[in-house]
């Protein structure tokens, strides 16, 4: 389970830093930066783990939890266009330095998750594994997840037929299909294999 003791040995105000959305086809990337309150409760740090093992619901109480807490929270995202120009983990990057500049003043320290360091404006330590180990990069995890499976939801209803609302833009039998019968969007990462397959495809058979 995540704990605090990296925030601890840190000391001061230390920002976790995690992002969601660097797999799908399609969609954003959301990026969150967290600093937990000094005095966070038990109840709100039960709620906080890795967020692909939350449920839905889980995440959502998280969120609400964290939101109604004196947590500090700053989102930054990257559009299709940035991740098609940038790359995926450039893009991911981008997103991780608005969500951190969003938090106002920079934080002492910001764990981020993985083993790549983006330039943050302010010392940072990777943690591989971040999200099930750290508590702030759960928090992080949990708040970009909800974000951006709430674009995603908006997305659905604009463009329906690929799932978004339930698959999250990743590449799930229902989207693949749909890719098929109905071509790509402009939310679809086209640099992206199975987009790309497609939009070979339909330029030779064309």
């Given at each position: 389970?995540?704990?605090l003791d990296m925030e601890r040995a840190a000391g001061g105000r230390v920002a976790g830093v995690?992002?969601?959305?660097?797999?799908?086809?399609?969609?954003?990337v959301v990026a969150a930066a967290v600093v937990l309150p000094a005095n966070l409760s038990a109840e709100l740090a039960g709620?906080?783990?890795?967020?692909k093992k939350l449920t839905a619901a889980q995440r959502l109480k998280a969120f609400v939890a964290l939101?109604?807490?004196?947590?500090?929270?700053?989102?930054?995202?990257?559009?299709?266009?940035?991740?098609?120009?940038?790359?995926?983990?450039?893009?991911?990057?981008?997103?991780?330095?608005?969500?951190?500049?969003?938090?106002?003043?920079?934080?002492?320290?910001?764990?981020?998750?993985?083993n790549y360091p983006p330039k943050l404006g302010c010392p940072v330590q990777c943690v591989v594994g971040g999200d099930a180990i750290c508590l702030s990069i759960s928090?992080?995890?949990?708040?970009?997840?909800?974000?951006r499976d709430r674009a995603m939801d908006r997305l659905a209803i604009r463009f329906p037929g690929y799932g978004w609302?339930?698959?999250?833009?990743?590449?799930?039998a229902?989207?693949?299909?749909?890719?098929?019968?109905?071509?790509a969007t402009r939310h679809h990462r086209d640099s992206f294999g199975t987009v790309a397959q497609l939009r070979l495809a339909l330029t030779i058979s064309g």
């Open positions: 389970m995540p704990n995690d992002e969601a959305g660097r797999g799908p086809l399609a969609g954003p709620m906080l783990d890795d967020s939101r109604a807490s004196s947590a500090e929270i700053g989102v930054g995202a990257a559009s299709v266009t940035e991740i098609l120009r940038l790359n995926i983990l450039h893009a991911s990057m981008l997103a991780m330095r608005r969500a951190v500049i969003r938090l106002g003043p920079a934080p002492n320290l910001a764990l981020v998750d993985g928090a992080a995890s949990i708040v970009a997840k909800v974000i609302h339930t698959n999250a833009g990743y590449a799930t229902i989207h693949r299909e749909a890719l098929e019968r109905l071509g």
